[in-house]
């Protein structure tokens, strides 16, 4: 075969090209493939620092929403702060609108976000809802109201405006270890700068601030013209179980959630053993005939109660929260075993509680409580999250029986525990000592009725005293008398009088003679029955103690009454301190009257008056029917 005859130029040319490939033949024999298959990928990879890698962040990290930052490699750098760096992202909060609670769950060592923006900051205040009458302490909360009202409207074309924002705890986690006490209280945190929109643990302290919550209730009271953001954070604990729950708000008109710090104004009467009475303190300084006090009687029952047993610690940590009570107390305001209404014992309108299924010989938490703002609750409503007051407790008796009555016709200021049995209803109580106590006072008024009332002044029994302050002391008199107050036989008190010893127990136990100073128990008459032979004879209550009626009712039936009908007590060591008691000023009921609760003339002094007046002066008489010891 003969090749084709070359050119100089097409040989250097050949020549070239033929040295050229036995070079790259030699190179790549010499040297390692910079390539590799697809399928031949794996960790060995070095990193790439063009471009983010993905990490399932929220499952791997759980730092909540996060972006990886990318530093550009440095050779002066150190190799380990090179690679990609976490940062915790802003979260966006959630928006709160004007009276409009948000109820959310939250886990240990979770924060959350929220926001009350600039434009519910200068929207328009909420409509007003209908008002209670006028409280007694309400006259000027109202007229501080309407002058907020009037500036909130003035500033809301940009200036500063008041903002509330409150919180109640609604659950709280557990613990079956009962040596670790209550569950960390939430945490509240408020910044209003746009440079921390996530206040919480952690934060700056230049651009937040924390706002104490306590026993389950914040409030924080701002002049804002800007957003405000909250940040709401749950301890991260391990010694308790489960989450706990919350209600946040935000208000320009008035806290949506309220607690009141200062004096319970509820007040226990008397309990047995198993039910309670109470009262709230004088909701107007009205007079009868006047429109407010007429007012307050037709309302339905604006207020509420909740009770707790106090050895249990389910409410303790909430119980400044009206959402945590209503979710965790054991007597709740709309239980089927509390019966309120409106009464004007003692000459002022206020509200009763009566508690039922209480257990005996048991102390509990009582908490006054409002269900929004008396009128309207729930969303929209100012102060809808309702309200609570400070806790006071009471404890029921043990033995059964005394028993609680109330709401007499004729002895309708009659209002504490009663000498009973358990085979009488509290209906039948009612009946036996009303009509007993009706029919005395119908001889009484027989012999008033003789006294010329209606003459002259120089002819009446008394220029400052007539028939009608007569009649009333006779009847103050004659219930407190007739109605004896029970407490338990079991009691100790040096103000309690044994009564009705020579009656069985109603376990069927009898006093023996051998115990020390029953002889003298069973052998006096003063002690081995009952001031009403009523008592024994239809109620048959067994032995019980008395608090004796208090000496002032006696002392005022004698000045009232004009002397011809023969009234008079009985002298000091003669009688009088086995028939009588003596107020006690610090406000235990250490004598029987009339309209008497515990402790409440020590919180409201015209109050204390107002009964002294009234009750206060204390008589005996004299009448054929009725045993006075």
Same mark, same amino acid.
């Given at each position: 075969m003969q090749f084709p005859k070359l050119t100089p130029l097409q040989s250097r040319? %050949? %020549?070239?090209?033929?040295?050229?490939?036995?070079?790259?033949?030699?190179?790549?024999?010499?040297?390692?493939?910079?390539?590799?298959?697809? %399928? =031949?990928?794996?960790?060995?990879?070095?990193?790439?620092?063009?471009?983010?890698?993905?990490? $399932?962040?929220?499952?791997?990290?759980?730092? !909540?929403?996060?972006?990886?930052?990318?530093?550009?490699? $440095?050779?002066?750098?150190?190799? =380990?702060m090179s690679k990609n760096v976490i940062r915790q992202a802003p979260i966006d909060p959630t928006a709160l609108a004007n009276n409009d609670p948000k109820q959310i769950n939250i886990k240990p060592g979770e924060t959350q976000f929220w926001v009350f923006n600039k434009d519910a900051l200068s929207g328009p205040l909420s409509p007003p809802t209908p008002d209670l009458p006028s409280l007694v302490e309400r006259t000027e909360q109202l007229e501080g109201r309407q002058d907020l009202r009037k500036r909130q409207d003035n500033n809301a074309s940009g200036g500063l405006?008041?903002?509330?924002?409150?919180?109640?705890? /609604?659950?709280?986690?557990?613990?079956?270890?009962?040596?670790? !006490?209550?569950?960390?209280?939430l945490q509240l945190y408020i910044s209003e700068s746009q440079n921390q929109k996530n206040p919480g643990p952690g934060g700056s302290g230049d651009n937040q601030r924390s706002v104490p919550v306590e026993n389950g209730y914040s409030s924080v009271k701002l002049d804002a013209s800007d957003d405000v953001f909250i940040g709401v954070a749950a301890v991260n604990t391990s010694d308790f179980t489960g989450i706990w729950n919350y209600e946040i708000a935000g208000s320009i008109d008035a806290p949506f959630h309220n607690y009141d710090s200062g004096t319970p104004d509820l007040y226990f009467v008397d309990s047995d053993n198993h039910a309670a009475l109470l009262i709230t303190k004088d909701t107007t300084r009205a007079l009868p005939n006047e429109t407010i006090f007429q007012e307050w009687m037709s309302i339905a029952p604006p207020f509420g109660m909740f009770a707790h047993n106090l050895n249990d610690p389910a409410v303790l940590g909430i119980q400044n929260s009206y959402c945590g009570l209503s979710k965790n107390a054991q007597i709740k305001t709309s239980a089927d075993s509390q019966d309120t209404s409106m009464t004007a014992r003692g000459g002022s309108p206020k509200e009763q509680f009566y508690i039922q299924n209480l257990n005996d010989s048991t102390t509990y938490f009582g908490f006054l409580a409002m269900n929004g703002n008396s009128t309207a609750s729930g969303n929209r409503v100012v102060g809808g999250g309702g309200?609570?007051?400070?806790?006071?407790?009471?404890?029921?008796?043990? $033995? !059964?029986? /005394?028993?609680?009555?109330f709401n007499l016709s004729f /002895?309708?200021?009659?209002?504490? %525990?009663?000498?009973?049995?358990?085979?009488?209803?509290p209906n039948d109580l009612t009946a036996i000592y009303d009509s007993n106590a009706a029919t005395a006072y119908q001889f009484f008024n027989y012999s008033l009725q003789q006294i010329p009332c209606n003459t002259t002044a120089t002819a009446q029994y008394s220029l400052a005293r007539t028939c009608d302050d007569c009649a009333a002391a006779y009847k103050r008199w004659l219930c407190a008398v007739t109605i004896p107050r029970c407490e338990d036989y079991s009691r100790q008190a040096p103000y309690l009088h044994p009564r009705n010893t020579a009656q069985n127990f109603l376990n069927g136990s009898t006093f023996s003679s051998s115990q020390q100073d029953a002889q003298a128990l069973l052998s006096a008459t003063v002690t081995n029955s009952s001031r009403n032979s009523i008592i024994d004879d239809k109620i048959k209550p067994g032995p019980y103690k008395e608090i004796l009626p208090c000496q002032d009712l006696c002392y005022d039936l004698v000045q009232s009454c004009p002397a011809t009908l023969g009234f008079g007590c009985p002298l000091e060591g003669r009688g009088l301190n086995v028939s009588y008691g003596v107020k006690d000023p610090s406000g235990l009921i250490t004598c029987s009257y009339l309209g008497a609760a515990y402790f409440m003339n020590g919180a409201d002094t015209r109050t204390l008056t107002v009964t002294i007046k009234a009750w206060g002066a204390l008589m005996a008489g004299l009448a054929t029917w009725l045993l006075i010891q």
């Open positions: 040319f %050949a %020549a070239s090209l033929l040295a050229s490939v036995i070079l790259l033949i030699i190179y790549f024999s010499l040297t390692k493939p910079p390539f590799a298959y697809a %399928a =031949e990928l794996d960790e060995r990879i070095p990193p790439d620092h063009n471009h983010p890698i993905i990490l $399932d962040l929220e499952e791997d990290l759980d730092f !909540g929403t996060n972006e990886i930052i990318n530093l550009p490699s $440095d050779e002066s750098m150190d190799n =380990e405006r008041s903002l509330w924002i409150t919180l109640n705890t /609604c659950l709280q986690p557990s613990t079956n270890n009962s040596e670790i !006490g209550v569950p960390p209280q309200k609570v007051w400070k806790a006071m407790n009471f404890t029921t008796k043990t $033995d !059964g029986n /005394c028993a609680v009555v /002895c309708d200021q009659v209002a504490y %525990a009663v000498p009973s049995n358990p085979d009488k209803t």
